[in-house]
């Protein structure tokens, strides 16, 4: 039972540079999250998702896009990345959006220069 | 927005000194929940306690909350040098459907657990 994977581990882009974000889940959960974590911010959510098919806007959406054609795995993309997207994103899931805890990803370090 | 801050920002302790944490929010809440997190790391859930509970155990934690005060602690007995990570509160706030889920977390306290 592999939880929650990301991909990349890590990542270098160049301004203005496009990339997207992989996160599976193999747990048949049906929330799923991305989460951006910068230093003395703590986390951040970007995005979301209640079930296959649907996405909605977190906190701090400017610049990204999301996307859940399957039920497992919860894309999110940067099309013209910035160096304030320097960051750790954190994917995460849910079995409900009540009273159930979060299951992380390890997390992508994303750098912009 | 953060709606739950912890506090102390950092603790440094001993091998078998108790650690405690607090976590303060801002408006009401379903439940909250505190995650730990290892140096280079994601998060692992600790603990969850609803909002009509007022203590719960797991192991060598324990956490209390407080809805007057809107505001919780995490208590760790005999720490270990293991439990050197940093310790995030999360709050599920208490609205419509749309907040459902949108956990939020504060900045986290940094521990240290010195053998």
């Known amino acids: 039972n592999a939880g929650v994977t990301q991909t990349p581990k890590f990542r270098v882009l160049k301004t203005g540079q496009s990339m997207t974000l992989l996160c599976a889940q193999d747990m048949n959960h049906e929330y799923m999250y991305w989460y951006r974590q910068d230093p003395g911010m703590g986390l951040r959510l970007i995005h979301y998702?209640?079930?296959?098919?649907?996405?909605a806007k977190g906190e701090v959406p400017d610049g990204y896009n999301v996307s859940r054609l399957k039920k497992q795995n919860f894309l999110l993309g940067l099309e013209s990345a910035a160096p304030s997207q320097t960051s750790v994103y954190f994917c995460?899931?849910?079995?409900?959006?009540?009273?159930?805890?979060?299951?992380f990803g390890s997390g992508t370090r994303l750098t912009v220069v | 927005s953060q709606q739950g801050e912890e506090d102390p920002q950092a603790l440094s302790i001993q091998e078998g000194e108790n650690a405690t944490m607090n976590c303060s929010y801002k408006?009401?809440?379903?439940?909250l929940q505190w995650y730990r997190q290892n140096s280079g790391r994601g998060l692992v859930h600790l603990i969850l306690?609803?909002?009509?509970?007022r203590e719960k155990h797991s192991g060598r934690l324990r956490v209390t909350l407080d809805t007057s005060k809107k505001s919780s602690s995490l208590l760790i007995t005999a720490s270990r040098a293991a439990d050197t990570a940093s310790y995030f509160c999360a709050t599920d706030p208490l609205g419509t459907t749309d907040s459902w889920g949108k956990f939020q977390f504060g900045a986290g306290t940094q521990v240290v657990v010195t053998p």
């Open positions: 998702s209640v079930g296959e098919g649907t996405t």
């Open positions: 408006t009401s809440i379903n439940n």
């Open positions: 306690i609803r909002s009509n509970e």
């Open positions: 995460a899931s849910s079995y409900s959006s009540k009273n159930y805890g979060y299951t």
